[in-house]
């Protein structure tokens, strides 16, 4: 155990120099490594309170309060009061400190996309992997530090694509009636996106139980503002797992690192499982329209967009 400590405490070290995590100014900025994760969680929120914060960054509350009492008299954040709670209060971003956060952002994403862009890309997936790996890992309840994991998530590798043409066409003709139509998009889906392929602004999940794939989401580029969620699938045997949750989470999580404002995605009404996942995530349908497709007549297909942030004064 002594030897692993050691090697665990060694590679905190080395990343913590390598990513410039030090010194008191992070990225040639005003601000500390917590004041940024501060200020970070509050432009990716939607209002939360002081205690949210607590909680997502394990701080001292009061270490947490001193920080927003000097955001406040720098003009960064704002509170009101919350309706749900006299006692708390909603904090936001400002303009200003958005417009403080915005360049620290885009250093950050320029300093990993340098880090990454020293290795050839096989490698930069088995690092994304690795990294991954430990964060689900380290994520899980003390109780199974001995218990394999239930799953894992990675990012696709040669082979996958058949995998999710293969398993979409199955289960979507076995659950609900998709003629060859569906598995002919599906295969658009994953053609386009390894012809097109922008590692920056797309990702592809692979969910990994056993040893066997059991679920796959790709997030695709739209437009500069706007992502793409496609082709959600979770095997019926690791159904119940959180997978479909945890798929559409990293979809959000990508796309508000990558600087999307808005993702989209296009469904149909009788997929109540993956529609109730979309509603829990913060999703909103905005658009159906009636067609006879996939063998299929009579279907009701649906848009539902999810808003990432908005700026705010």
């Known amino acids: 155990m002594e030897s692993r400590v050691d090697a665990v405490r060694a590679f905190n070290r080395f990343y913590t120099r ?27 929120r939607e209002a939360p309170t002081a205690a949210d914060i607590v909680r997502e960054l394990g701080l ?18 704002g509170r009101t009061p919350s309706s749900a709670d006299a006692r708390q209060s909603l904090l936001r971003l400002t303009r200003k400190g958005r417009a403080a956060l915005a360049p620290v952002e885009a250093r950050a994403r320029g300093a990993v996309e340098s880090l990454l862009g020293r290795l050839p890309d096989p490698e930069q ?8 790996t430990i964060a689900q890992m380290l994520a899980a309840p003390a109780v199974d530090a001995h218990r394999a994991a239930p799953y894992l998530l990675r990012a696709h590798q040669p082979g996958d694509m058949g995998w999710i043409v293969h398993r979409h066409a199955v289960l979507y003709a076995r659950e609900w009636g998709y ?12 053609a386009d996106f390894l012809d097109h392929f922008d590692p920056a602004r797309e990702h592809c999940w692979v969910a990994e139980r056993n040893g066997a794939i059991v679920g796959s ?3 695709v580029r739209k ?14 045997e690791a159904r119940g797992l959180g997978i479909g949750r945890r798929l559409i989470d990293e979809c959000i999580r990508f796309a508000r690192a990558a600087g999307y404002a808005k993702i989209t995605l296009w469904t149909q009404s009788d997929l109540d499982a993956a529609r109730r996942l979309y509603q829990q995530a913060g999703f909103r349908r905005v658009h159906t329209k009636r067609h006879d497709s996939f063998g299929r007549k009579a279907l009701v297909a649906e848009t539902w967009d999810l808003r990432l942030s908005a700026p705010r004064a």
């Open 223 to 236: 437009s500069k503002t706007v992502a793409k969620l496609r082709l959600l699938l979770v095997e019926p």
């Open 179 to 190: 003629n060859a139509e569906f598995e002919a998009l599906a295969a658009r889906i994953c």
């Open 60 to 77: 001292d509350a009061g270490y947490l309060s001193r920080i927003l009492r000097r955001f406040e008299s720098q003009g960064l954040v």
């Open 217 to 219: 989401v790709f997030l």
């Open 18 to 44: 390598r990513v410039g995590a030090l010194g008191p100014h992070y990225l040639e900025s005003p601000f500390s490594l917590t004041d940024l994760r501060v200020l970070y969680e509050l432009a990716h």
């Open 125 to 132: 997936r088995q690092l994304v992997d690795a990294m991954g």
